[in-house]
């Protein structure tokens, strides 16, 4: 074993006394970082190029630092994005949410399907349904200043129409004219903030966490906005904690203009979104 693959199976140890949820992917990923290699070319750096900073970086991790914001880049499907401190790192659950959401535009019978990102953060969301959904027009809106310096570097030289602004108002010139609205809004009800992992309770801008005492006040509130902007027969896509499963989708119900409200599972089959049509007239 060369020196690096001993120091990560030491840094690997650190990591899980410390708590942190994958810690040999986690001590790999910083290896490679500090050693500007692949993880799977860490058997390859020699004993003599060996960097030192790489035990500076393993202790920020070891204090929960999001192994994200210590490497600046987060992966998200196919896409790699920039991140760090004020905006929210994108997490693999939301993977499954965008995954369902370009299925059921693929299956739409509209040439340029119209896309609204509300909440869009890092952008993630949004570049996805971009990238995976070539002929779509896709827009999106986030509030938070501090989260819009790392939305414009993702999104620079994107074809996504990004704004600044509330997502409860956002693109009255698009009313009745989306046939997809996603959203992967704060979910987190205020009540269990000490129950949050370090890594987004500390370092994850509390505007993209909490919201109310049962973590579904923008929720409601989006539930209003997303039946403003579809057109009769488009979809709505919520994402939501597991938790709230079976909640969300009576927020979308028949009296307010809605049918097909369902949750649906992530890939660790737990309820992760909710989606709903709005009801044709």
Avoid at 111 to 123: Q, Y
Avoid at 169 to 182: N, R, S
Wanted: charged letters at 25%; hydrophobic letters at 40%.
């Amino acid at each position: 074993m060369n020196l690096l693959l001993a120091e990560v199976a030491q840094a690997t140890q650190r990591l899980a006394d410390a708590g942190v949820p994958s810690p040999r992917t986690d001590a790999e990923e910083l290896a490679a970082f500090v050693h500007g290699v692949k993880r799977g070319e860490l058997h390859a750096v020699r004993d003599a190029d060996f960097d030192a900073r790489y035990w500076e970086v393993v202790a920020r991790r070891e204090a929960r630092e999001p192994l994200q914001h210590i490497t600046g880049r987060a992966y998200f499907r196919y896409l790699e994005l920039q991140v760090g401190p004020g905006v929210f790192v994108p997490r693999p659950e939301t993977e499954s949410v965008v995954g369902w959401a370009i299925d059921a535009v693929r299956a739409m019978d509209v040439v340029e399907p119209c896309i609204v990102d509300l909440c869009t953060g890092s952008g993630a969301i949004a570049l996805a349904m971009a990238q995976e959904v070539p002929r779509s027009r896709v827009h999106a809106v986030e509030l938070s200043e501090e989260a819009l310096r790392w939305t414009r570097k993702n999104m620079e030289g994107s074809r996504v129409d990004l704004r600044h602004g509330d997502a409860l108002t956002a693109f009255p010139d698009l009313d009745g004219q989306v046939d997809l609205v996603i959203s992967n809004p704060p979910y987190i009800p205020l009540t269990e903030w000490e129950y949050v992992a370090p890594e987004a309770r500390d370092h994850d801008p509390e505007l993209a966490l909490f919201s109310g005492e049962d973590g579904l006040d923008l929720i409601r509130g989006l539930e209003r906005t997303a039946h403003r902007l579809l057109r009769p027969g488009g979809l709505v896509v919520v994402e939501h904690a597991d938790t709230q499963g079976g909640q969300v989708p009576w927020i979308f119900a028949e009296d307010r203009g809605w049918t097909d409200a369902a949750d649906h599972p992530d890939l660790n089959n737990r309820p992760r979104f909710a989606t709903a049509r709005k009801a044709l007239p």
